[in-house]
T-cell receptor, first 119, second 117 residues
């Protein structure tokens, strides 16, 4: 069965600090996809990134970077030089290939990490 | 362009009443998903549609929950005889196509916050 664990329930840092959000996943599939979503205080879910299991290359997008390591089943998210606007709940999610073959992406989410950036 | 919309945004109902939650996906999106998110938790899958066909309803908690998408666009999630444990945020998402290509990101709506008294 698939499972996503975000062990950090809450993180609080001061603005401009770097912060890493951890995500560990479990799956028996060799083909799967990993996602990060952001839920700001307004409540919507905003897509940030998607990676497939065959692409372990790290990704950087501005102040955001993601580190995917299959050996440790982790897909961690780092925010560099954090800003107050980064305050949100961040969710990591997993979709297994069996669902994709059936023509869908059934996402399994972690419990989320509440990130607070203090000025 | 317009994103996924959901209505109502907030719904307060009394135990035992039926409620209908509406989702209007992004125009042209083939796949539509319903998730439920309890306070402090991540969203949990309920069901999904490709066009008008309900492909998987394994996440619906019991037979009081049902969903339809009769014309392959707007979808309605109905909860009959609501109970207090049904209180949650109900989220809808849509994707352009239900495949593993890069264009099928799930875009989420703002959600409907359901409170059952």
């Amino acid at each position: 069965a698939q499972k996503v664990t975000q062990a950090q329930t809450e993180i609080s840092v001061v603005e401009k600090e770097d912060v890493t959000l951890d995500c560990v996943y479990e799956t028996r599939d060799t083909t799967y996809y990993l996602f990060w979503y952001k839920q700001p205080p307004s409540g919507e879910l905003v897509f940030l990134i998607r990676r497939n299991s065959f692409d372990e290359q790290n990704e950087i997008s501005g102040r955001y970077s993601w580190n995917f390591q299959k050996s440790t089943s982790s897909f961690n998210f780092t925010i560099t030089a954090s800003q107050v606007v980064d305050s949100a709940v961040y969710f990591c999610a997993l979709s297994e290939a069996q669902w994709i073959i059936q023509g869908a992406q059934k996402l399994v989410f972690g419990q989320g990490t509440r990130l607070t950036i203090n000025p | 362009g317009a994103g996924v919309s959901q209505s109502p945004r907030y719904k307060v109902t009394k135990r035992g009443q039926d409620v209908a939650l509406r989702c209007d996906p992004i125009s042209g999106h083939v796949s539509l998903y319903w998730y439920r998110q309890a306070l402090g938790q991540g969203p949990e899958f309920l069901t999904y549609f490709n066009y008008e066909a309900q492909q998987d309803k394994s996440g619906l908690p019991n037979d009081r929950f049902s969903a339809e998408r009769p014309e392959g666009s707007i979808s309605t999630l109905t909860i009959q005889r609501t109970e207090q444990r049904d209180s949650a945020m109900y989220r809808c998402a849509s994707s352009l196509i239900g495949s593993h290509t890069s264009t099928d990101t799930q875009y989420f709506g703002p959600g409907t916050r359901l409170t059952v008294l």
